[in-house]
Every structure is written in C-alpha cells, then in structure tokens.
C-alpha cells in the first residue's frame, strides 16, 4: 500500500476491533518500512490510536494479523514481551512512573527487561536525557516537571530501550500550547536521525516536516495514504479536505 | 480580662446559642456530658479503692477497685507464662514496640532494613524465644501463653502474614486472563468476607485436626492463627484492590509497553504505588484485627481479655465492684492502642493527599 525503501518492518493486515457494539477498526492493512516515518491522522474515533495501540498489543485485535520485526504477534506472552522490547511508545498522558526519580524511570526496564547493568542503565539513561535537553532534572520526580518536560522524559525512557520502531500516540495533545513545540523539537530531532515512527498528531508543521508518509483515518478505515505534498495540497477524497480544512484553518 | 470574657461570650452565642432551639440542644447535651464524665471520674478516681486488698474494695464499692489489676497485672499480660522466663517475652516486646517507635518516627535512617527486619527476622527470632526448648532455654508451651503478649501475637501474625496474602488475592482477583485463577479468589475472598469471625474461629479449631493425620498435633495457639490469617486475608485482599483500583490504567499500559512482564510491573510499578495508597485502609484493618482477637476466647484461649475475665471469676476476688473494674481497664487498654493507631492512620492519609503528585 504504501511505497518506500527497505524492508518490512511491520506489516499489519486486514486488522478488525471493536469495543462492545462500537466498532473502531474495519479491516485496516498497512506496511511499515525500516527507517519509514508514518503521521496518522483523523477525527476522534477514527481508530487511529487503537491502530498503534495495537501495533505493541496494548490492544488486542479481533481478527487480521501483525507481523513486527519478523514475529506475528499472537496470545504468546513472551512474543509480545519480545516486541514490546523492540516496539518504544510515547503516551498522551506521559504515565511516567511517579514513585521513581526521572533517572529510575529511564533505568528501570533497561535493569529488569535488558538486564543491563546498573552502571551501563545509567549511562544510557543520561545520554538520551541530554539528547532531549534536561539532564539537570534527572534527580526530580515526575510530580516536579512541567507536562512538556515530562513527556520528553517519556521520549527518553522508550528511546533508553534502542526500539527499532517508535510510536507516539497523540504525544502533544496533552499539553499547553506553549510547551508543545519543545517536545515537537525533540521528536523531529529522533525521526530525522532515522528511527522508525508512527505517530498519531494532529500537529501538521511536524507531519510536514518528517512524514514521509501521511495516512488520513476515519470510520476506522484508512481513507487516504500518500506522500505529504500530494497530501496536503491535492487530497484526493472529500473527506480528508473537509478535515484538512478543519484542523488547517485556525 | 474583659475582653477576654467577652471574647467567650461571642464565642459561645455563635456556636452554641445561635437560635432558643439551639441553645436548648446545647445545655442538655453539655449537661448530659458533664454528668457522664463527673460519674465516670467519680468511680474511676475519687470513689477508687487504690490501695490494700480485696477487703477495702468490699468497703468502697462505688467505686473502681484498682488493687485487683494491680496484683492480677502480671498475668494480664503473659498469661500462665512462667515467671522467671518473663524477660523473654520482655525482651521482645521491647523490641516490637521500639520497632515501631523507630518506623512512626520519620526521620529514622535505614527504615527499609528495620522494616524487612521487623517483617522477616523478628516474628521467628522472637517465636523461638518466646517458645524456648533449645540452648538451655526452658520449653514453653504455647498452652502456657496468654494475656496481653497472647493479644500482641495474634494480631501481628495476623496483620503481618495478611498483607502479602492479601496482595497475592487481589492480584488474583483482577486476573482476566487466569479464569480460574480470578474464581478462586473471588471465592476465597467473598467465602471468608460472609462468614462471622467466631465460626472461622471455630472451623479452624475443631474442624482442622479432622483434616491432618492423627499423629500430628497441631497446635491450638497455630490453629486460631491459621483462622486469623485465613479471614485476615480476605478483608486485605479487598483493602489491596481498592489500591490497585486507585492506579491509573496508563500505568500498567506504560510497564507492559516497556516489555516488562507480569510480576516486574507488579513489583517494581504497580504495588510500590499502590501500597502507598493502602497504608490508612491496611492500618485500619490492622485496629479491626486487633480487637478480634479477643474472640479466640472462644476456642479457649485466654488473651488479654480472657485473662481479665479468668481473674474476675476468681472467687477470692468475689466483689461486685471488681468485674466493672476488670472491664474498664480492658477498654481503657483496647482504646489506647486502636486510638492511637487510628490516629497514626489519620496522620498518614493526610500526609499522602497533601502531596498527591509529588514526592511522598
């Protein structure tokens, strides 16, 4: 469906959810390639979060089939724990851990999950802090950062795994207005370095910027795939202009 | 001078006197009060017999008769444990109350080793000691055990062995994925939840034995405690879901996506956090605890309250004042510890809502 370079990082296949009689995705298919950087966006209810969600099996399809670094995701807890390790998420509401110091919150599954060292843990954790501009926090707790700098925390925590893949699921959308942009910052700054990304935003300056492929949802179907200009300027469904011109115009 | 009788004046016009209804409600609820406490001062102190034997208290039976606890205060509290092994139990009851002095106390350093020591090395360091039967230490049954320290092991066996059975329940409980599993709790729990304390009490001491070979001896101290924990659990476990309830599901999502397994999530997430939550609900627990434990009177065993009673149908202390006496200081006893330990839960809770999202 979607054309790039490299090969399949995550192949999701005539995917189906619903939650009680509604029904959030209708058979979605959708190929990631490595290093590809995907902006999902769409109306609230379109299953676009539900789609990621499902990509680290937080969510558990009906039917359709994932594939993520070669593994299919099934009812194996170790495959999926196994992604999972791969897979980095960003919350729209940060969940850090707000009992650990922002410092244990990067450590804590680089000790227990990649039983790394604790030395080798801390290391990491400080490079990716610094990466995101607030190493000096480092001895806070959460409850002590402002919501931007929480959430650069929480791109630092998923990046201390090294994913092959990230996905960001509406990662600014919980923030005032002015703090948005350091966060933005920063997740330029990681795509641009050649992480693979999926990203649920309805911020269309970073889509720009980054995408390299955009893909407009609703109804729980994707509507429209297609490379940012084509996207932007000449959307070929009345449904995405409507919303283009919905979210673009104010 | 003036003013500040004026001050009194306004004070109790606005809160006591503030409409003719009001003011009526006031002077026979403060007449009714100071009635009360002028009786109770009366008996517990100005009509006490507080010295001599029982036959003063013959002579002054309008009041509290105080010698009988003060000879009969020994085996209040170690029951039928012989005298000159008393310094044993002495010896932990001192270091279970300064345990906890060193706990409540905030400032306290390395309070996480004290913690472990008070959880793990404690309870059997001091069953043996109390127990004996080796180095030269006398046997002392636990036949022999009874009083205040009877009181005092109960409860804390209890609270202590509750809380990770409780967690493990709760755990169990909210188990989607394990069916059966999530059905053997919600029994567990609701079973021992629905039953009076008594016949938990009861099933345990009478119907135990029938259920192990006939060579085994089983204890009726272990039994009444395999009750305790078995009920003790079951209300924990409640306590504990409450504190798993009260989590963000963003934070479960946050550990599962790090890869984390199970009992990672639970250990290094999910319970640091929710413990936090539960400490008022577990310390009220621990006072619900604490004052059934008179119950094992029941199955014969004489605690602290089965002493006071023991000694009040003592016939050489055949007073009428004296099973007034005996009583009054068993709830004197009782409401020291639960009031302060209601307020210790009262003070925590009020820690944790002042700084919900910052460091506790």
Not at chain 1, 160 to 180: G, Q, R, W
Not at chain 2, 2 to 22: A, D, I, K, T, Y
Not at chain 2, 57 to 76: E, H, N
Request: with cysteine; proline share 4%; hydrophobic share 50%.
């Amino acid at each position: 469906m979607v054309t790039g370079k490299g090969e399949k990082i995550i192949e999701i296949n005539n995917l189906q959810k619903s939650f009680g009689t509604f029904v959030a995705l209708r058979g979605v298919s959708l190929n990631v390639r490595k290093g590809e950087r995907i902006v999902i966006c769409g109306p609230s209810g379109s299953g676009k979060s539900t789609l990621i969600r499902c990509i680290n099996r937080l969510e558990v399809p009906d039917s359709g089939s994932i594939v993520v670094d070669g593994v299919a995701l099934s009812d194996d807890v170790k495959a999926i724990e196994g992604i999972r390790r791969q897979v980095g998420m960003v919350f729209q509401q940060f969940n850090l851990f707000p009992h650990l110091t922002v410092l244990e919150n990067c450590t804590l599954a680089q000790i227990w999950v990649a039983k790394r060292s604790q030395k080798a843990a801390e290391e990491t954790a400080q490079h990716y802090l610094e990466r995101v501009h607030i190493p000096e926090q480092m001895h806070k707790y959460p409850g002590q950062l402002s919501g931007g700098q929480q959430q650069r925390v929480a791109i630092a925590r998923a990046l201390c795994m090294e994913p092959k893949v990230m996905l960001y699921d509406e990662p600014t959308s919980a923030l005032d207005p002015e703090m948005i942009a350091e966060v933005l910052d920063v997740m330029v700054e990681f795509a641009e370095s050649g992480m693979t990304t999926v990203c649920v935003t309805h911020e269309m300056g970073f889509a720009r910027k980054v995408a390299d492929c955009m893909i407009f949802m609703d109804e729980g179907k994707i509507v429209e795939a297609s490379d940012p200009n084509t996207f932007f300027t000449k959307p070929k469904s009345e449904r995405t202009k409507l919303f283009l011109n919905q979210i673009l115009e104010h | 001078m003036v003013g500040l009788g004026q001050v009194f004046l306004l004070w109790l016009r606005e809160n006591l006197f503030f409409s003719w209804r009001n003011g009526v409600l006031s002077v026979v609820v403060g007449g009714f009060l100071l009635w009360i406490i002028f009786l109770l001062g009366d008996w517990f102190f100005l009509s006490a017999t507080w010295s001599g034997g029982i036959e003063d208290c013959r002579m002054r039976q309008d009041g509290a008769c105080w010698p009988f606890v003060r000879v009969r205060f020994s085996q209040f509290v170690y029951g039928f444990y012989p005298s000159v092994e008393r310094w044993r139990v002495n010896v932990v009851m001192f270091v279970f109350f300064t345990g906890i002095a060193l706990l409540v106390w905030e400032r306290t350093p390395w309070r996480g080793k004290i913690v472990l020591f008070m959880l793990c090395v404690f309870p059997l360091a001091s069953w043996f000691l109390m127990r004996g039967g080796f180095f030269g230490l006398a046997d002392v049954s636990t036949g022999r055990w009874g009083g205040f320290m009877l009181t005092l092991v109960l409860a804390s066996v209890g609270i202590v062995t509750s809380l990770p059975f409780g967690i493990l329940l709760a755990l169990g409980r909210r188990a989607e994925s394990l069916p059966f599993v999530k059905a053997f709790c919600v029994v567990f729990i609701e079973f021992w939840r629905g039953v009076p304390v008594i016949t938990v009490l009861f099933a345990t001491a009478f119907m135990l034995p029938l259920f192990m070979p006939a060579s085994v001896n089983f204890d009726q101290l272990l039994r009444a405690m395999v009750g305790f924990i078995l009920f003790s659990s079951a209300y924990m476990a409640e306590v504990v879901r409450g504190g798993l309830e009260g989590l963000q599901r963003g934070q479960y999502e946050a550990s599962d996506a790090l890869g984390m397994t199970y009992w990672q999530s639970r250990i290094r997430v999910i319970l640091p956090q929710a413990l936090k939550i539960m400490i008022p609900g577990i310390l009220l627990t621990f006072i619900g605890l604490f004052k059934d434990t008179t119950l094992v009177l029941i199955i014969g065993l004489l605690d602290f309250l089965g002493m006071i009673q023991a000694g009040i149908s003592d016939p050489r202390w055949g007073a009428p004042n004296v099973p007034f006496t005996g009583y009054a200081f068993a709830a004197v006893v009782y409401f020291c510890f639960c009031y302060s330990m209601s307020l210790y839960a009262r003070h925590i809770e009020k820690k944790f809502s002042a700084g919900r999202d910052r460091r506790h």
